[in-house]
């Protein structure tokens, strides 16, 4: 169990952040009522949404290296 106030619980809450707003930019009907501003509070789903997309790649081989790490070494 990964605890939240721990650097490793934060980067993965920041991980999972990014991985679900770049899979609810792909719902129609969540795109336009959640990722809709761009700027504020709720601008930062969008802008978690936008590196989800642009660096999946690093954000995946991140989740791997995280999910490795939580389950063999910690």
């Known amino acids: ?3 939240v106030y721990s650097f490793d619980g ?6 999972l952040f990014i991985c679900t ?5 792909k719902v129609p009907r969540l795109n336009s ?5 761009k700027k ?6 969008y802008k978690a ?3 989800g997309t642009r ?4 954000v995946a081989m991140s ?6 790490y939580v389950v063999f070494l910690k």
């Open 55 to 58: 660096l999946h790649i690093a």
């Open 1 to 3: 169990m990964t605890n």
């Open 21 to 25: 707003c770049a899979y609810l930019k």
């Open 49 to 51: 949404a936008v590196i």
């Open 33 to 37: 009522w959640l990722l809709s501003e």
């Open 40 to 45: 504020g509070v709720w601008g930062v789903f």
């Open 10 to 15: 934060i980067l993965v809450f920041g991980l």
């Open 63 to 68: 989740c791997l290296a995280m999910a490795f």
